[in-house]
C-alpha cells in the first residue's frame, strides 16, 4: 500500500520560512515524479514544485520561484519542500503527490493525473 507522509506545516509571519517533508513508502520511490500542491477554499489545487527522483532539474510554479526550493533524499524515500520569504498568499493546505509518469514533472499538469497523495499540511503565513 502506497503511503506519502507529510510533516512541517504550521504557523509564520510574512518573510519566515518553513520546510515540508514527504516520506513514501510502499512502492518503489526511484524514477518517479513527486512533489508538492497547495489548495486554498474555493480554488482548484495547484501545483507547486515537482522533481523527478531520477534526476534532472525540478519544476517550480511562477508563484513560488526563487523562493521555494524542493530537493530529495533518496536514502530516505523523502522530498522536501524549503519555503523562504513566505507570503500570506501562500497560505493553504500543501499536500504531496507522486506518480511514476516522469512526464508529470514538467508542470502544468492537472492535478487528478497524480495517482498518490498524501493527508496535506496547513501552511499558515499571517501579516
Known amino acids: 500500500q502506497v503511503q506519502l507522509v507529510e510533516s512541517g506545516g504550521g504557523s509564520v509571519q510574512t518573510g519566515e520560512s518553513l520546510t515540508l517533508s514527504c516520506t513514501a513508502s510502499g512502492y518503489t520511490y526511484s524514477k518517479n515524479c513527486m512533489g508538492w500542491f497547495r489548495q486554498v477554499p474555493g480554488k482548484e489545487r495547484e501545483d507547486v514544485a515537482l522533481?523527478?527522483?531520477?534526476?534532472?532539474?525540478?519544476y517550480y510554479a511562477d508563484s513560488v520561484k526563487g523562493r521555494f526550493t524542493i530537493s530529495q533524499d533518496n536514502n530516505k524515500n523523502t522530498v522536501y519542500l524549503q519555503m523562504n520569504s513566505l507570503k500570506p498568499e501562500d497560505t493553504a493546505i500543501y499536500y504531496c503527490a507522486a506518480d511514476r509518469s516522469p512526464a508529470y514533472c514538467s508542470g502544468g499538469v492537472y492535478w487528478d493525473r497524480f495517482g498518490y497523495w498524501g493527508q496535506g499540511t496547513q501552511v499558515t503565513v499571517s501579516s
Open positions: 522533481i523527478y527522483t531520477g534526476g534532472g532539474s525540478p
